[in-house]
């Protein structure tokens, strides 16, 4: 197990080499950061945002939480989404989750976290609304990879909803959201065809994405 003091070496290793490549990074960087996109993702150590799509610091204004949820009253991503759109002017918003999902694993088969549970309570509802969609599928392990991306869907149409969204397409600002979900077993990502720009198209993607699931 790294120590505290290995974590010290590592960033100044990492600094290093970010200044042998390029001189100016972090005195460009401490200027002004211009991200293109806000990844709204699970707070699962395994999902390392940045690497997995190859950007530098800088290039993605990242919210992570348990299991990649977006609610109306969680005031933490809804300020971080506002500040992204309206400060940022971000062009897109990833929704990302991942397969495996403890957080959705523990719902699905009714076991108990601790305080988490009450977070989960969203997950449930999701559980919940697509019960007989998921029935189809007798094995578990099934189950739990289109629950993992029916939650993601889901969590697309919240974002797609707030008010940040809805005044941002209201204004005619460029932005879409999109979901995706990733494979730790492979560590390629998945498009789950729920992009969005506008209000309408949101309601269409949704459904679009939920029937494309294998039945």
Known sequence: MSSLADLFSNNQAWAEDLNTRDPKFFEDLAVQQHPEYLW???????????????????????????????????????SVMQFAVDVLKVKHIIVCGHYGCSGVKATLRGERLGLADNWLRHVDDVLQKHRDLLSHWESETHRLNHLCELNVIEQVANVCKTTVMRDAWERNQPVTVHGW???????????????????????????????ALPE
């Not at 919210?63 to 809804?78: C, E, G, M, P, Q």
């Not at 492979?186 to 949704?206: F, I, K, M, Q, W």
């Open 40 to 78: 709204i993702g699970c707070a699962d150590s395994r999902v390392p945002a940045e690497e997995l799509v190859g950007l530098a610091p800088g290039e993605l204004f990242v919210h992570r939480n348990v299991a990649n949820v977006v609610v109306h009253t969680d005031f933490n991503s809804l």
């Open 181 to 211: 979900i990733y494979g730790m077993k492979d560590g390629l990502l998945r498009d789950l065809h729920t992009s969005a720009s506008s209000v309408d198209e949101a309601r269409n993607a949704y459904q679009r994405a939920v029937n």
